[in-house]
């Protein structure tokens, strides 16, 4: 079978345009109502898309007065989508920050055996500048140390993972034996942030791990990525930035020793569709004129480490003198460094930046027609720049609706994405290897 | 309308008896499969359950090779049992020891929402000794720090809840509003244990709060439930016990000027129900007989925070003197001290107590007919021992089913208990008010 798209929901308010909640496209359903989710989800498994993605920040967001916010919390989401759909993956983001890994490590098996081998766990360090605080910090804790404490973080929780060999169940009720002690060991681990005894108080997930998404793309956050991710979520406002991104990825994790087919990279979209060019592109304008000047600048702000935006002309063209170095920002430094680079390519007005960012917060936006959104999808995927889409509706679900309608029979009338499920797990619509476990290795069949 | 009774059903392995998973009437499936825990849940609700409930430790279990153990995390289960029952309340267990106070009132709130109204937390400090070292600690914290550490995390979990009035969102897409910041606030806590600035990241919950449970008896349990608790479970091996504990607790909640009704008393009851009083006998004797000796001195020993009493001949009478006092043990006091108020009653034997402790662990264990056991229900209830039970079948599925089938329609006849659910929340299910919002005052409607 010739190489397969990917494709991943990523579920966002109403909608990933910051005025996509004021747009008649847009549901109004309450952001607290599993209904909601549950027909997202159920929808893009009729499009047998890969799986859905719920991000997360430990802080109430920029500018909530004028966006909508305040949705339900990600890993319990995702267990009772577990019960609303099949065989679609479900992937939640949690922090490597601000939680305890053994409590992670927990819900996220959980949410594997709730799902039959359907959990995602997409990695963050949380950057909110709120989040410190609600977590009995004074203040953020910083980029580095962040990154320094998810190595670690991560290396607890799935040797926790493993600390159950996948045969430890004996559950002989004749002979009285539940558990082979055996086959269940501590993890004892005693590191620079965490000590950890283990083993974890239930089975090895049903993936080995749950798939690991990472979505980071600082210097920092690829390293990370290159060494554990094997699904990772980035942000690009042009085909070329997104293919050298790809290349460099692939080859750092194949310099660490890892196949490249086992890091599939899923860069952001954010396609607003019509029956015809100009109808998508009215779509977007109308979006545009719905925005709020104060939030652009309110989120641009902080993107930018709290730096002060308001004093400059909205109408003139910006200059990167007008912006920190994105190397000393202490938020998402990829995502300042993505802004940047527009600026000095492009030299919008604030104005231009501020609703280039507010259709999908520095993600690629396009605007045409499922013939024309196709086509970029085909040609990124055929030309080095992604394995697949981390598709962001404009608006939900009326753009959802329009890309499984619309652009998913494309896709599969070229042969490049699936009509039907072939696997039962993430892992298996990914195509990723099941891990092998640190501890036990796996005992021949008799 | 007479006061009515209320039942919640405690999920347990296959069964509280410590050998239910050897016995015929036990499930087969996996302690990991949603759909056991669906099935139960839903046979709960066919039988108008109040609530089903998870307890939770937050290490592997005592004599976990001989015991049926490794089941799924609460919070996730319950939030995927939203989805696969309409009406009962569900309740989960978290540790105010071991989570962030963010993180958990988040969840919480998540949940109480996913289920349109119908989340508890039982609130517990985590007393086995494995807890400690999974979150960074030499050994368990203990027990005078787990309560004072408790107060404040409720307090800063409700007050996290009420940092939303329960109109702040406006969501008027016309104006470009979504919420009214004024209806939104911190909570800036700095406390001994606990620093967390706020607000929450998701609207108040349906509930206002969902229902505070709470299952510790020891003094300082005691006074935490008095204070807080709106459903307690207890352990009580005799009706005097529990008649003293409920007069006790009553009074407790109304000298803190709380109205009684609003704290339902619920001790645990494990019923093992034959069609006659011989075959109810016949089958506790077969699920002893099947017990581990190895198994219950463990658990004993973990009682009593270590202490060893493989020593002890199995067959001689025990003396007080052979078992620590409870007010030293750093475990769960209350319950030790139940052990040895039967020790001092009673005189069993070593194996004696092991079978007594294998029904229910300390809880009130009866076998009996479906007329016996309605008439025990129906006697605590009207003569101040209970407001209701904390059923906990020795076999699961099987003896859940009975209890179902047989005694539920005994109580209902006797006008008892419910036929049909005639509220759609927990609160509406056990009577209790909802709370009113420490921050914000309910907006008149104009």
Do not use: C
Not at 161 to 182: E, H, Q, T
Not at 191 to 214: D, E, M, T
Not at 278 to 306: I, P
Request: glycine fraction near 8%; charge should be negative; proline fraction near 5%.
């Amino acid at each position: 079978m010739s190489r397969q798209l990917h494709l991943n929901l990523f579920i966002h308010g109403r909608g990933h345009h910051e005025a996509g909640w004021r747009h008649a496209g847009a549901t109004r359903q309450a952001l607290t109502d599993l209904d909601y989710f549950s027909a997202l989800a159920q929808r893009a498994e009729q499009g047998r898309f890969d799986s859905v993605f719920l991000a997360d920040a430990l802080a109430l967001g920029d500018g909530a007065a004028h966006v909508a916010t305040g949705a339900l919390e990600p890993i319990t989401t995702l267990a009772a989508l577990a019960q609303t759909t099949r065989h679609i993956g479900l992937i939640a983001t949690a922090s490597t920050t601000y939680t305890e890994p053994f409590n992670l490590a927990r819900q996220f098996a959980s949410l594997d055996h709730i799902t039959r081998g359907r959990a995602g766990w997409n990695i963050v360090t949380s950057w909110v500048r709120g989040a410190g605080p609600n977590f009995g910090h004074a203040h953020q804790i910083e980029h580095a140390e962040r990154y320094a404490r998810a190595h670690e973080f991560l290396d607890v929780v799935t040797g926790l993972w493993d600390s159950w060999a996948d045969d430890a169940i004996v559950d002989d009720a004749a002979g009285g034996r539940f558990l082979d002690p055996a086959r269940i060991r501590p993890v004892a681990h005693q590191g620079r942030f965490h000590s950890v005894a283990g083993p974890l108080n239930l089975p090895r997930p049903p993936q080995g791990w749950p798939v690991l998404v990472q979505a980071g793309s600082s210097p920092s956050g690829r390293q990370f990525a290159a060494r554990h991710a094997e699904a990772v979520f980035t942000a690009h406002l042009d085909k070329a930035s997104a293919a050298a991104f790809y290349a460099e990825l692939k080859g750092a994790a194949a310099a660490l020793g890892r196949a490249p087919a086992q890091i599939v990279i899923l860069p952001g979209l954010s396609a607003a569709i019509g029956a015809t060019e100009a109808q998508a592109r009215a779509l977007l304008e109308e979006l545009n004129a719905l925005t709020d000047v104060s939030v652009g600048l309110e989120r641009l702000s902080n993107r930018f480490g709290g730096h002060d935006f308001s004093h400059l002309d909205l109408d003139q063209p910006l200059s990167v003198d007008d912006f920190p170095d994105p190397a000393t920002v202490q938020a998402a430094q990829s995502r300042a460094a993505v802004i940047t680079g527009l600026v000095r390519r492009e030299r919008p007005t604030l104005r231009q930046l501020l609703h280039e960012l507010a259709g999908a917060r520095g993600h690629f936006t396009f605007a045409g027609t499922p013939e024309q959104v196709a086509d970029v999808i085909a040609d990124w995927f055929a030309t080095g720049a992604a394995d697949g889409f981390n598709l962001m509706p404009p608006v939900l679900p009326a753009q959802l609706d329009a890309f499984v309608e619309h652009v998913v029979p494309l896709l599969q009338r070229r042969g490049l994405f699936r009509t039907e499920y072939t696997a039962t797990t993430l892992r298996g619509h990914y195509g990723l290897a099941r891990p092998a476990n640190r501890f036990f290795a796996a005992r021949d069949a008799a």
